[in-house]
Every structure is written in C-alpha cells, then in structure tokens.
C-alpha cells in the first residue's frame, strides 16, 4: 500500500555533507509524522531525527547543529542533510511514516535503507 525508497546515500570523508532523501508513493489517506533512523554495525537502530505534518522537527542530541530534516509534502518526501559527517554517523539509514490509509487506519512504513559510510 505505502512504499518509501531512500536514495542518497554513499561514501564520503569526515567533515563533508551528504542529502538523503525519501520518497513515499502508494494508496493512503495522508501521511503524518516521516523519521530518519539508523542502525550501525552491532547496534541497535536509533532515531536521528523526525518532523511531523505540520513542520515541527525533533534530533538526537548527538546530531542537533549537523543535521537538518525537512519534508516537501507536495512531493510525498523527506530529506535529511548531514553537515560536518564523523565516522561515528557511519550506519544504514532508514527513513520511516506513519500514514493515515483511506481506511483511516494508521501503519507505520519503512524504507529499504541507504547506506552512509564516512571515512576518517
């Protein structure tokens, strides 16, 4: 019903930039809030930031001043730009939405991820 493609991921050195983008395409009503998650090698995924329909945006503290979320609603995406990358932000990137279906049901989607690797 709901399909969230990530792209942009990619090998870059500390200190450079990267923008990840997730487009969602499907059947549903509405979406509300979309997230960036992450997951490392060994580790548990972890929320790096959200925003919800109405623009309000959420970081984790180790990524506030760095990253910045935003989201083109007429065009169904979320983006994620990443200044300032450490290796440390090395991990897979999964963009997640909870979406309203026509239902008017909620489910809670998530992309196939991309992945960041920052060399030091």
């Known amino acids: 019903q709901v399909q969230l493609v990530e792209s942009g991921g990619g090998l870059v050195q500390a200190g450079e930039s990267l923008r990840l983008s997730c487009a969602a395409s499907?059947?549903?009503?509405?979406?509300?809030?979309m997230r960036w998650y992450r997951q490392a090698p060994g580790k548990q995924r972890e929320l790096v930031a959200g925003?919800?329909?109405?623009?309000?945006?959420n970081y984790a503290d180790d990524v506030k001043g760095r990253f910045t979320i935003s989201r083109d609603s007429a065009k169904n995406t979320v983006y994620l730009q990443m200044n300032s990358l450490k290796s440390e932000d090395t991990a897979v990137y999964y963009c997640?939405?909870?979406?309203?279906?026509?239902?008017?049901?909620?489910?809670?989607?998530w992309g196939q991820g991309t992945q960041v690797t920052v060399s030091s």
């Open positions: 997640n939405a909870d979406v309203t279906l026509w239902s008017w049901n909620r489910g809670v989607y």
């Open positions: 499907g059947s549903y009503r509405s979406i509300n809030a």
């Open positions: 925003i919800t329909s109405g623009g309000s945006t």
